[in-house]
């Protein structure tokens, strides 16, 4: 089965990001397909690089980046939602004039389409979230 | 399901108040994207999202955007099935006539204005949740 993924709560506070996270693994470890994970509303603070949980805790968005990284995942933060939360790549904060970038390897930024996207494309669409 | 080339059935469910949290706010903004790729559109309000649609919203006291006309522009965006839970509305002493009136233009009768709000009760909602292929929750 081809499922879509969506996050919309950040990493720690919520569960959200660790639920997703294992049902993309089990699904792929399963032979399933990811057509995408995507990244909404505080979900987009899962993409930061600059997280410092501490060592004896799991780092979420180190466990994501690898998982994308083995499997081709495309992780999707939504631009919208990003900049309002201090999340941008190196276009994006070059573009707004800000002296640094801190998306965390394997994601994207990019807009809200590839949301619906997913929705079209997968068989379910999956939304972790509070 | 709908295979590739097919439309699906897409439902928003609102279930926030719409300035105690953003997922009001940025509900909207999927839904306004969202319309833009010709799907078959639904939004629902219960819970607390029955407060979104209120009439007379002012945010003046509290430093945020209204974006409350926004919901009666969704008729431009082809978005014209609102479902209002009947429930959610009493158990928060709410009626209908405190909701604003949100309508569509209807090509197929010159143009004639049209009620966008369906008031469906909690079982009625049930079903229209198990009729969509893809649904958000906010």
Known sequence: ?130 | MADETNTKKFLYINRKAPYGTVYALESLEVVLIGAAFEQDVSVAFVDDGVFQLMSGQDTAGIGMKNFSKTYRALGDYEVRKLYVERESLAERGLVSDDLMAITYEDENEDYAEKPSIHFVDRSEMTKLISEHDVILSF
């Open chain 1, 1 to 130: 089965m081809r499922f879509g993924i969506v996050v919309t709560e950040g990493p720690y506070t919520h569960q959200a990001s660790d639920s997703a996270y294992r049902f993309t693994k089990a699904a792929l470890e399963k032979g399933h397909e990811i057509f995408r994970v995507f990244f909404y509303n505080d979900g987009v603070n899962n993409a930061t690089r600059f997280a410092v949980p501490p060592q004896d805790d799991r780092n979420l968005q180190v466990l994501w980046s690898e998982l994308a990284e083995k499997h081709k995942l495309d992780l999707v933060v939504c631009i919208a939602a990003a900049p309002r939360r201090g999340i941008l790549d190196a276009d994006e904060a070059k573009r707004q004039g800000k002296d640094g970038n801190n998306i965390a390897p394997g994601f994207l930024i990019s807009g809200l389409g590839q949301l619906i996207e997913a929705g079209i494309q997968s068989d379910r669409l999956v939304m972790f979230g509070d």
